[in-house]
């Protein structure tokens, strides 16, 4: 990719749902990218109007006009839909085009495939916590796609939340069980507490609540001190104390293992889905 200074890029965006959406909103709040350069390529005709009123971008139905004139194509479809996208906007690919997709489970040697005289190809896995600017993003860089390619799929990604680069393509396969189910897991942990404290008492409001600043403030307070996760625990686990009753307890209750167990097997499901 001819070096160009990012305010010069076209990102073409191939779909526009709600993590298009999410990406979009993104890179125009942090000021990574102006409405003008931004396309968006949806068959949708509310969600065309939506997006182009909401965001001032240029949304089109026919995604070849958009792809043949961006520097950036971000596939923003579903896993099953992927396919005839690509057989339609492959062709269209120059060998400087960068390909990202945020397609679970679609490889890069799957998109290569398809993609033309396209060789620089990178694969995201967002996580749902995109839709505030929270996501954990994981990113696999296809071989030799370049410095410049890596520092603008970074950027795209990082205006949405935290952003990790895997080496192993494989690997994505756990950041899909780890990061991409996490929100979930973290759900369940917050409507176990909440009822718990529903149980011994309180509202379900002021339990909901109590619940949700506990997750959000410890959240907080480990990126602030930017200390291992035990040595935080051991922080607040007096000996003798309230929070070393309910860790034995927990303990007892095998939850480790099976925070292990949950992220093994969404693991080996994304593996299953993989093509």
Known sequence: MAKKKNGSLRLAFIGGGKMAEALVRGLLDSGAYKRGQIDIGEPDGRRRAALRKTYGVRVNKANVPLVSSADVCLLAVKPQEIAPVLEEIGPHFSADTLVISVAAGITTSWIRERSGKARKIVRAMPNAAALVGESATGLYFRPRIGEEAKRIALKIFDSVGETVVVGKEDHLN????????????VFLFLEALTDAGVYLGLSRDVAARLALQTV????????????????????ISSPGGTTVAGLKVLEEGAVRAAFTKA?????RRSEELSL
Do not use: Q, W
């Open 174 to 185: 756990i950041v899909t069980g780890l990061s991409g189910s996490g929100p979930a897991y």
């Open 216 to 235: 959000r403030g410890s959240s907080g307070m480990a990126a602030e001190l930017d200390k291992p996760f035990a040595l935080l625990r051991e922080i």
């Open 263 to 267: 992220v093994e097997m969404a693991t």
